[in-house]
């Protein structure tokens, strides 16, 4: 079943998008251009350091963001070369990654809410951004009830 933009406007699917990103990156440690790049490399499945780097054209410039991501294990090494017949590695998003994607669909199309317990990382109410993130969220997961 093919979606109309029409069906698409009427799920409200990117309503609460940027309050879903920031939770993501703060729960993991992510910038939103690290994130938002890691959804544009899962969407190819695979890739190779030049995808990435033809990638970041549209983000701010950030030359240690590929060890950053592969260190923290959000890319993962596909095939590796070996100089004979394969002339370079390929890559994918590890399970992490994909872990983390599929949960932010799943909350952006309802099915499941952002936890309101004490691993969510603005639920200490540290800051006035904890705060109005959590009125927010809560804002978000009424709207979903009604």
Not at 28 to 50: M, V, W
Not at 54 to 77: C, F, H, M, P
Not at 109 to 127: A, C, Q, R, V, W
Request: hydrophobic share 35%; glycine share 2%; net charge positive.
């Amino acid at each position: 079943m093919r979606l109309t933009p029409v069906d698409l406007q009427e799920m409200n699917l990117l309503k609460y998008y940027r309050l879903v990103r920031k939770w993501a990156c703060k729960q993991n440690n992510l910038k939103d251009a690290d994130l938002e790049l890691l959804i544009f490399l899962h969407c190819l499945k695979r890739f190779t350091r030049n995808d990435f780097i033809n990638g970041t054209y549209a983000y701010s410039w950030d030359k240690n963001r590929w060890e950053r991501l592969r260190k923290q294990g959000w890319i993962d090494v596909w095939r590796n070369r070996n100089r004979t017949t394969i002339m370079y590695s390929i890559y994918k998003t590890s399970f992490k990654c994909n872990h983390l994607i599929s949960r932010i669909y799943r909350i952006l199309l309802g099915d499941e809410d952002i936890p309101m317990t004490d691993n969510n990382i603005f639920y200490k109410n540290k800051s006035y951004t904890d705060k109005v993130m959590n009125k927010s969220i809560d804002d978000m997961i009424k709207d979903k009830d009604r």
